[in-house]
């Protein structure tokens, strides 16, 4: 597996979610220091809706033409307010 630079302005995301906000800390810290951009989701709840998600990149990327080196990026258009 490759690592992306902690540098890297464009990292690629990676969703979590839970209940615990000490635990939720850990794993966006986790995220982070693997080079990723964690995502809060928001409660557990929603890893039922994260679920179908994984298998689209999954599918994308074992079973598409470009190979398995895939990834996805959420951005945020213009400020909250």
């Known amino acids: 597996?490759?690592?992306?630079p902690a540098s890297?302005?464009?990292r690629p995301s990676l969703?979590?979610?839970g209940d615990d906000a000490r635990?939720?800390?850990t794993a966006a810290k986790l995220i982070r220091d693997v080079g990723f951009d964690p995502v809060d989701a928001g409660p557990l709840h929603i890893a039922r809706y994260t679920?179908?998600?994984t298998l689209?990149?999954?599918q994308l990327a074992?079973?598409?033409d470009?190979?398995?080196e895939l990834a996805y990026r959420f951005e945020r258009f213009g400020s909250k307010g």
């Open 1 to 4: 597996m490759r690592m992306i």
């Open 8 to 10: 890297s302005s464009r």
């Open 15 to 17: 969703v979590y979610c």
């Open 23 to 25: 635990s939720k800390k």
């Open 51 to 53: 679920e179908p998600f």
């Open 56 to 58: 689209l990149i999954a």
């Open 62 to 64: 074992y079973e598409g």
């Open 66 to 68: 470009e190979g398995p």
